[in-house]
């Protein structure tokens, strides 16, 4: 099975592609950048257009914890 790219918008992701073998809507990922300096934890939310296929959207943690309850 070949899987379809994800690209990613905002945040220390922004414009890189990502390989799904079967992506979710709603899924959301969460980034921990450790280098030099403090933690930085960024979450992605992946979604779907008929525009510009699937995509992660940089998404602050609030939003995140409201889709979880």
Excluded: N
Aim: aromatic share 8%; charged share 25%; proline share 4%.
């Amino acid at each position: 099975m070949t899987g379809v790219s994800v690209r990613f918008f905002g945040g220390p992701l922004d414009g890189r592609v990502q390989t799904l073998d079967e992506p979710v809507c709603g899924t959301v990922m969460r980034h921990v950048h450790l280098h030099d300096g403090p933690k930085i934890e960024t979450h992605y939310q992946l979604g779907y257009t008929d525009e510009a296929g699937w995509q992660y959207r940089m998404c602050d943690l609030k939003a995140v914890d409201e889709l979880l309850e």
